[in-house]
């Protein structure tokens, strides 16, 4: 299997099932925790925390973008982050399903973005579904937040620290809590 037909399977929400599939996943794996093992096992100047993340993720990393490792990935493929983005430390991308990150975006310590699912029924339940997170433009997620599977966030949208994030969140909103909901919207502010 190559990643191009891997990526293309995902988008189709189907079972991660089958020898193949499970074979081409240990193998990303493997690459993915060679990488981040050495992104963070010593400090790295930021250039150098870029040059890493564009061979985790296998495409270059904007010069604007800004990491604080340590950076926990599973597959590292499947991510795409825009420019300006803003990533503190202890974040986790189980990017299977992708997780893309809109251009502005700022990642609080310790977020999760999870985009596996295992069956709910007992016989189903080794099985895992894939489905993408996309944060649109210029999301705030606070720290030890939870960003689930199949989820977009609105753009200017703020995630409370600590949330679950089951549903969908629209754009120009705060969202917080167990799971997550929405608390009040966000009206631009307008210096003269």
Same mark, same amino acid.
């Given at each position: 299997?190559?990643?191009?037909?891997?990526?293309?399977?995902?988008?189709?929400?189907?079972?991660?099932?089958?020898?193949?599939?499970?074979?081409?996943?240990?193998?990303?794996?493997?690459?993915?925790?060679?990488?981040?093992?050495?992104?963070?096992?010593?400090?790295?100047?930021?250039?150098?925390?870029?040059?890493?993340?564009?061979?985790?993720?296998?495409?270059?990393?904007?010069?604007?973008?800004?990491?604080?490792?340590?950076?926990?990935?599973?597959? #590292?493929? $499947?991510?795409? +982050?825009?420019?300006? *983005?803003? %990533?503190?430390?202890?974040?986790?991308?189980?990017?299977?399903?992708? /997780?893309?990150?809109?251009?502005?975006?700022?990642?609080?310590?310790?977020?999760?973005?999870?985009?596996?699912?295992?069956?709910?029924?007992?016989?189903?339940?080794?099985?895992?579904?894939?489905?993408?997170?996309?944060?649109?433009?210029?999301?705030?997620? #606070?720290? $030890?937040?939870? +960003?689930?599977?199949? *989820?977009? %966030?609105?753009?200017?949208?703020?995630?409370?620290?600590?949330?679950? /994030?089951?549903?969908?969140?629209?754009?120009?909103?705060?969202?917080?809590?167990?799971?997550?909901?929405?608390?009040?919207?966000?009206?631009?502010?307008?210096?003269?």
């Amino acid at each position: 299997m190559t990643l191009e037909e891997f990526l293309k399977y995902v988008e189709t929400r189907k079972s991660l099932s089958g020898r193949d599939l499970h074979c081409f996943m240990d193998e990303m794996s493997n690459e993915a925790r060679r990488i981040t093992f050495e992104l963070n096992a010593s400090y790295h100047e930021p250039e150098e925390v870029r040059n890493l993340l564009s061979r985790l993720f296998g495409k270059p990393v904007d010069p604007s973008v800004k990491v604080f490792p340590p950076f926990y990935t599973d597959f #590292g493929k $499947n991510i795409k +982050i825009g420019k300006n *983005v803003f %990533i503190n430390a202890c974040c986790h991308f189980q990017d299977h399903g992708g /997780v893309e990150l809109g251009d502005g975006c700022q990642i609080g310590h310790n977020v999760v973005f999870a985009t596996l699912n295992h069956g709910l029924a007992p016989e189903d339940r080794s099985n895992t579904y894939p489905a993408p997170i996309v944060l649109k433009k210029n999301v705030w997620v #606070g720290s $030890n937040s939870t +960003i689930l599977s199949g *989820v977009t %966030i609105g753009e200017n949208a703020v995630v409370g620290a600590g949330s679950v /994030v089951t549903k969908d969140i629209p754009a120009n909103t705060v969202a917080g809590g167990v799971p997550a909901r929405i608390i009040k919207h966000i009206e631009s502010v307008v210096s003269h």
